[in-house]
DNA sequence: TAACATATCAAACACTTGTTTGAAAGTAAA
DNA sequence: TTTACTTTCAAACAAGTGTTTGATATGTTA
């Protein structure tokens, strides 16, 4: 059988069934905590399924892996017709809800905030192939909201305002659960957030032009 | 012999070369990954010791928390007679050298940082002695700044930006170390970075007095 | 010194983890 | 059907983990 068929015929069953579970439990717990035990009862597999078909809990990570919902997002807030300033409010509103929104089935991206902190063998992958592009993305539109002309390391430091502000809903989670108990984000809180993100960010950038 | 002089004579000896090799450890890897055999290594003790001494190594994770840098912290930025944005300014940079240097010997609220991510038993009591004050205290600092009223919902958010700001240099530092790979905080850097957030925030803050 | 509590240690224990194995079941072509 | 190959499975393996144990040292007190 060759690799081709492998990945189409209906014997990757299993196979696919795995990547989705691992995808779920991944999200959840992290690498370091999610066990090859907990994702095969999901899938529905034997414990051995995650070694025949990938070798390794390292390698199902890294196939579970899917950048698409990232790359979409980064198209879609490119359309020129629009101003910098509606396009970052675009941006930070799709991000937001990929981090925060359970029912988006966005756990592929999920998964992947939640090894950022914790070094996996994966992270050089995740950097080279989602972060790095995401932040020369982001800084492109912030150098273009910023009109006047600005060094390279302070664009950085924008950027990394910016992801600092939206991220920290995610990594700080635990964190807020337990200062109000009652948290649970439903669409409209998310958009809320990236609201006050967006105009936290834009307050910030336009009262740089003077100076 | 009694609580008391188990706390204060020599016999301790062993206990605080663990708790201070604790500090170290956790920091560096994180309650999960840090194994109590590394500590007692580092503490030049037996694997036994760890539980004898403390019972657990939740426990020892426990009592290995430290929060009086973080307390005097709030103190140092309270003094009256500086504006509230000076206190911030101070507040910020002080915030960053704990977080981000290595040579600060303040390993224990470093290895608080690395567990906001990552639930471990220990989070309520974090949350609960570290966090909640530090939040209530920096919302009081920032409703100072801004003048005009806000809902406390409003003002919960700009403590939140300001807090991801500065995480962010924490909790992302391995993908920053990847972006760029020549990477390592001095202080003047790390003084910078502080600088950064205390004009980015101030810019967003005072931008809001008009509306 | 003798008796006693405390502290240390090597070894083992109990458990979880990712992984491997070898047999059984399933599948498709000859 | 027979043959060859793929997939599944229960069981075991190997390594690492926090913890416990029982003996041995150490120090204190009578």
Redesign the pocket.
């Given at each position: 059988?060759t690799e081709l068929q492998?990945a189409s015929t209906d014997?990757?069953?299993?196979?696919s069934r795995l990547l989705e579970a691992a995808r779920v439990v991944f999200s959840q717990h992290g690498f370091q905590r999610?066990?090859?035990?907990e994702i095969c009862a999901l899938a529905d597999?034997?414990?051995?399924?995650?070694?025949?078909?990938f070798?390794?809990?390292?390698e199902l990570f890294s196939q579970a892996l899917n950048f698409n919902r990232l790359k979409a997002l980064q198209a879609a807030s490119i359309d020129p017709d629009i101003n910098p300033e509606a396009r970052l409010r675009l941006f930070v509103r799709d991000f937001m809800l990929i981090l925060l929104d359970e029912q988006h089935a966005s756990s592929q991206c999920r998964m992947m905030a939640r090894e950022l902190a914790d070094p996996t063998p994966v992270l050089d992958k995740i950097v080279h192939e989602a972060i790095a592009p995401l932040h020369a993305f982001v800084g492109r539109l912030l150098g273009q909201i910023v009109i006047a002309p600005i060094e390279e390391a302070t664009l950085k430091r924008y950027v990394y305002s910016l992801f600092g502000q939206c991220l920290f809903y995610r990594n700080s989670h635990p964190v807020l659960q337990r200062l109000n108990p009652d948290l649970s984000y439903d669409i409209a809180q998310i958009e809320a957030i990236a609201q006050h993100i967006s105009d936290f960010t834009l307050a910030a950038l336009n009262a740089k032009i003077p100076d």
């Open positions: 059988m492998h014997c990757t069953q299993t196979r999610a066990t090859v035990r597999a034997n414990v051995a399924a995650v070694n025949y078909h070798g390794s809990k390292e």
